[in-house]
T-cell receptor, first 115, second 115 residues
Framework: DADVTQTPRNRITKTGKRIMLECSQT?????MYWYRQDPGLGLRLIYY???????NKGEISDGYSVSRQAQAKFSLSLESAIPNQTALYFC??????????????FGPGTRLLVL | GESVGLHLPTLSVQEGDNSIINCAYS??????FIWYKQESGKGPQFIID?????DKRQGQRVTVLLNKTVKHLSLQIAATQPGDSAVYFC??????????????FGRGTQLTVWP
């Protein structure tokens, strides 16, 4: 979905390096999410934010941090990357006005390889 | 063709046949369900959704059926086409309390359409 963009699309880094993945959206949604996808598995939630001042841990937040710089921007950081963080990362947004029954719209993903 | 999304992650069908992809969800409090399609190298794309007060919902060539008694969801694709080849995920939303707005994803089913 072109309304949700992620940068970079691909990244190779080394163990111990700090990495930031960025997400921007033009949908005007309040809620933003970061997911991780591993081969053969579904999407697992890392962190989510329901508005600019709200940050919540998901299922697998250890080793990650996030920053909600503005309504339209939500970044994910790996403070010290390790090889088992090699995965496909997706950002998503949803519209809080639907009161919990919300479709999430996904970005194109960032493929991260940690050597 | 038919599959259970969580236990048989692949489904192969002939072009023109109907496809049925199944999903068992876990929480009886789930009140909103979404089917996503993920093509290779892309983010999940919304296909169709259904609320828990409905049993059936139809879209263009797709139908979602919800059986709350046995906590089962299915996606039917009519006249399957090669462009339908993708991984299909079901997601459930438990729209109450601290989990409001969060989606929980199944592992996905790989649908392959043969000419």
């Amino acid at each position: 979905d072109a309304d949700v963009t992620q940068t970079p699309r691909n990244r190779i880094t080394k163990t111990g390096k700090r990495i930031m993945l960025e997400c921007s959206q033009t949908k005007g949604h309040d809620r933003m999410y970061w997911y991780r996808q591993d081969p053969g598995l579904g999407l697992r939630l890392i962190y989510y934010s329901f508005d600019v001042k709200d940050i919540n841990k998901g299922e697998i937040s250890d080793g990650y941090s996030v920053s909600r710089q503005a309504q339209a921007k939500f970044s994910l950081s790996l403070e010290s990357a390790i090889p088992n963080q090699t995965a496909l990362y997706f950002c998503a947004t949803s519209d809080a006005r639907r009161g919990g029954q919300e479709t999430q719209y996904f970005g194109p993903g960032t493929r991260l390889l940690v050597l | 063709g038919e599959s259970v999304g969580l236990h048989l992650p692949t489904l192969s069908v002939q072009e023109g046949d109907n496809s049925i992809i199944n999903c068992a969800y876990s929480n009886s409090a789930s009140d909103y369900f979404i089917w996503y399609k993920q093509e290779s190298g892309k983010g999940p794309q919304f296909i169709i959704d259904i609320r828990s007060n409905m049993d059936k919902r139809q879209g263009q060539r797709v139908t979602v059926l919800l059986n709350k008694t046995v906590k089962h969801l299915s996606l039917q694709i009519a006249a399957t086409q090669p462009g339908d080849s993708a991984v299909y995920f079901c997601a459930e939303n438990i729209g109450r309390g601290s989990t409001l707005g969060r989606l929980y994803f199944g592992r996905g089913t790989q649908l392959t359409v043969w000419p």
